[in-house]
């Protein structure tokens, strides 16, 4: 069975400051990880991915996350945060390409931006 | 996703009432999965198919089921409506024939039992 922990289900950060949103996987397989973005009274949209091409994956938005096999993490990370991240934060993991046979996710990390 | 549009958006209905909520894609995907979202409990899979003929219980089934009317159309369909299934809903895409490795996600159905 896999799982996900996301570490803080809120997280206050300044603008211009480090955003840093934890991610741990549990899979028996090689995982295929994502982050989703919700923000509000809208649907997710996809951040990045992880599908073992490279450990170092670049979104959109600024975003990246690295994939650590040996911490079973996926931490999202962003140099500056800009007032526009506030929103909700989905970290994913499948056993199958592209969430074949659906995803497992976190239950989710709101990101808070501080003027 | 504007490929992936969800109908009705908002619900009220009463406990013991049939719904059926409707999901349709413009994005040619043969894969499509239902989900619903709980505060603080992220999204769990309720349904997924991966064609026409083929629907797979998620880890939360029970109170549900769904059709896949066709390649474009997946909908889900509570029976007997019962509070606990107050949440809000999602319809989600995927290509495996193609090389997206996504879930392409609608804009969501908020549901309330009453």
């Known amino acids: 069975a896999q799982s996900v922990t996301q570490l803080g289900s809120h997280v206050s950060v300044s603008e211009g400051a480090l955003v840093l949103l934890r991610c741990n996987y549990s899979s028996s397989v090689p995982p295929y990880l994502f982050w989703y973005v919700q923000y509000p009274n809208q649907g997710l949209q996809l951040l990045l991915k992880y599908t073992s091409a490279a450990t170092l994956v670049k979104g959109i938005n600024g975003f990246e996350a690295e994939f650590k096999k040996s911490e079973t993490s996926f931490h999202l990370t962003k140099p500056s945060a800009h007032m526009s991240d506030a929103a909700e934060y989905f970290c994913?993991?499948?056993?199958?390409?592209?969430?074949?046979?659906?995803?497992?996710f976190g239950k989710g990390t709101h990101l808070i931006i501080q003027p | 996703d504007a490929d992936v549009t969800q109908t009705p958006r908002n619900r009220i209905t009463k406990t013991g009432k049939r719904i059926m909520l409707e999901c349709s894609q413009t994005?040619?995907?043969?894969?499509m999965y239902w989900y619903r979202q709980d505060p603080g409990l992220g999204l769990r899979l309720i349904y997924y198919?991966?064609?026409?003929?083929?629907?797979n219980k998620g880890e939360i089934s029970d109170g549900y089921s769904v059709s896949r009317q066709a390649q474009a159309k997946f909908s889900l369909s509570l029976e007997s409506a019962i509070p606990n299934q107050t949440a809000l809903y999602f319809c989600a895409t995927s290509d495996f024939a193609g090389e997206s490795d996504t879930q392409y996600f609608g804009p969501g159905t908020r549901l309330t039992v009453l």
């Open positions: 198919s991966f064609d026409v003929k083929d629907i």
């Open positions: 994913a993991v499948s056993k199958r390409r592209g969430g074949a046979d659906g995803l497992t």
């Open positions: 994005k040619g995907h043969d894969r």
